[in-house]
């Protein structure tokens, strides 16, 4: 016989299987009472609470990642339209002149007569001239004679019209006991335009007192270039030069050319007509009862002796005479000095 088991014996597994199979039902066929240990005695009793649960926390979601942007195809570019050359304008097609029949040459027109020359042109009016100066003046002055004290009163008035014309009226009267011995007033008067150049006299007068045969008068024709003076029972007719003035009507005709402009003037009294140059003597200021004014003082001295004029302008009343001194033939002196001044 051979040594080798054999290959029917059952496995120990399923040996081990047969054994608890009759085991039991060995016990059972026997009635053995099995019981089971109690696991819920009072002594061991255990009292289990229920406890809600905590709720968890959310769970936060991460944001969500941004949506692709899709690419926007790039706008197409309209191309700028492009202005069409304008043709140049044809010239229409010239037309054939027709011929004009000859005319004969008509005879040129007679030449004008060259207009007559005045003497000395009438100077043109210029309101816009006569605004630079003052419209309306009034100066009154304390008269003196020699050594002494006042004397009398002096006025002046100047005024301009609307029509660019002024008059100018001078008066001078003895006060207190001089006028037992010097009587009367004495009067001048000037009137004109105002031109180009500042005043245009047309006429003077001067009277000394009541005696007319002491009157002095002129008369300026500017058209006609001719001076006429008239001087008691005298008449004399003499050429009018350019810029001329009167006695009176010189001492304003500083509003419009300064004395330091022009140092030569043409004057006439209603006597005499002469050409006067005057000297420029220096500033000086004057004490006055307007206060201290500030002056320019200019003189003449008369060739033949006849005496000396002395005029004080004041630049800041646009050159009016706030001061006139008179010298005469035997060196007496007459001075008139400001008292009070109203321009405008």
């Not at 004080?312 to 008179?326: E, G, H, M, N, T």
């Amino acid at each position: 016989m051979s040594n080798k088991p054999s290959r029917y014996l059952p496995s120990p597994r399923l040996l081990l299987a047969l054994v608890f199979s009759l085991l039991l039902h060995v016990i059972l066929l026997s009635g053995v009472n099995l019981e089971l240990p109690d696991f819920m005695s009072e002594h061991d009793r255990i009292d289990v609470a229920l406890v809600p649960l905590a709720k968890p926390k959310p769970v936060e979601k991460p944001p969500a990642p941004p949506r692709p942007v899709k690419p926007q195809p790039p706008r197409p570019v309209r191309p700028k339209p492009v202005a069409k050359p304008v043709p140049p304008p044809q010239e229409a097609p010239k037309q054939q002149e027709e011929p004009v029949a000859a005319q004969p040459p008509q005879p040129a027109p007679p030449p004008e007569p060259p207009p007559e020359a005045a003497a000395t042109p009438a100077p043109e009016v210029e309101e816009s001239l006569a605004a630079r100066g003052f419209r309306h003046v009034e100066i009154e002055y304390r008269v003196f004679r020699g050594k002494g004290g006042s004397i009398g009163v002096a006025k002046h008035e100047y005024r301009v019209g609307g029509e660019g014309t002024y008059s100018i009226t001078g008066t001078a009267e003895a006060s207190g006991l001089v006028s037992l011995f010097i009587r009367g007033k004495y009067a001048q008067h000037s009137e004109g335009m105002v031109g180009p150049r500042g005043l245009v006299p047309s006429n003077f007068s001067y009277q000394r007192g009541d005696n007319p045969a002491k009157s002095q008068k002129a008369s300026f024709d500017w058209q006609a270039g001719m001076l006429t003076l008239e001087y008691g029972q005298q008449r004399e007719t003499v050429p009018l030069l350019e810029g001329a003035q009167d006695q009176l009507s010189f001492m304003y005709q500083f509003m419009f050319v300064p004395p330091l402009e022009q140092m030569q003037l043409a004057i006439t009294n209603g006597k005499r007509f002469r050409t006067y140059a005057y000297h420029f003597d220096g500033e000086e200021t004057l004490k006055t009862d307007i206060g201290d004014v500030r002056t320019l003082r200019i003189s003449k001295h008369d060739s033949d002796g006849e005496g000396k004029l002395e005029l004080w302008l004041a630049p800041d009343y646009r050159y009016l005479p706030v001061k006139i001194s008179q010298t005469e033939k035997d060196g007496t002196v007459t001075e008139q000095l400001v008292k009070q001044l109203k321009a405008e």
